[in-house]
T-cell receptor, first 112, second 112 residues
Framework: KQEVTQIPAALSVPEGENLVLNCSFT??????LQWFRQDPGKGLTSLLLIQSSQREQTSGRLNASLDKSSGRSTLYIAASQPGDSATYLCAVSLGGADGLTFGKGTHLIIQP | KAGVTQTPRYLIKTRGQQVTLSCSPISGHRSVSWYQQTPGQGLQFLFE???????NKGNFPGRFSGRQFSNSRSEMNVSTLELGDSALYLC???????????FGPGTRLLVL
């Protein structure tokens, strides 16, 4: 059974810092990995999707990497801003009709 | 392009009742998935529909069911509600397998 772990569970940093969120998964036979953010009481916003054949994806200040063989992904946020405060979730797909398996998330607070 | 919409946004029910939640996917998306989010268990996959067919179901009791219509809109039904069914129910749509999943704002269900 696929398990996804996210470290740290919570993180508080001052504005402007670069930071890294970690995600690990137990079954390396994934088809893709997706990073989301969730604001309190809201749905999920997709940030980046990395296919299993890819090593990284970038969108603006966000960069996500994938090391499928070691079962790890990182989300790098450059020059953090207070608006980045949210819960960040990592999810993997085994493909086909299988749903996403989510980690418990990292609760991020950016201090102004 | 309109995003994923879910109705109702909030719902209060009592134990033993049943409830139906609705999800309208992004236009052109044929895959719809449902997830349950609780503080204790996090996000868990309920089921996935593609072209009106349920292709996969998560580890939930038979009280949880769903369907998809020819226009890709989907409904999920929970019968004989229990207190533990209180959760945020999220719907996601995608073009198909291995594609980015886009989530709606969710329906918050409270069972009293």
């Amino acid at each position: 059974k696929q398990e996804v772990t996210q470290i740290p569970a919570a993180l508080s940093v001052p504005e402007g810092e670069n930071l890294v969120l970690n995600c690990s998964f137990t079954d390396s036979a994934i088809y893709n990995l997706q990073w989301f953010r969730q604001d309190p009481g809201k749905g999920l916003t997709s940030l980046l999707l990395i296919q299993s054949s890819q090593r990284e994806q970038t969108s603006g200040r966000l960069n996500a990497s994938l090391d499928k063989s070691s079962g790890r992904s990182t989300l790098y946020i450059a020059a953090s801003q207070p608006g980045d405060s949210a819960t960040y979730l990592c999810a993997v797909s085994l493909g086909g009709a299988d749903g996403l398996t989510f980690g418990k998330g990292t609760h991020l607070i950016i201090q102004p | 392009k309109a995003g994923v919409t879910q109705t109702p946004r909030y719902l209060i029910k009592t134990r033993g009742q049943q409830v139906t939640l609705s999800c309208s996917p992004i236009s052109g998306h044929r895959s719809v998935s449902w997830y349950q989010q609780t503080p204790g268990q996090g996000l868990q996959f309920l089921f996935e529909y593609f072209s009106e067919t349920q292709r996969n179901k998560g580890n939930f009791p038979g009280r949880f069911s769903g369907r998809q219509f020819s226009n890709s809109r989907s409904e999920m039904n929970v019968s004989t509600l229990e207190l533990g069914d209180s959760a945020l129910y999220l719907c996601a749509s995608s073009l198909g397998d291995l594609e980015t999943q886009y989530f709606g704002p969710g329906t918050r269900l409270l069972v009293l």
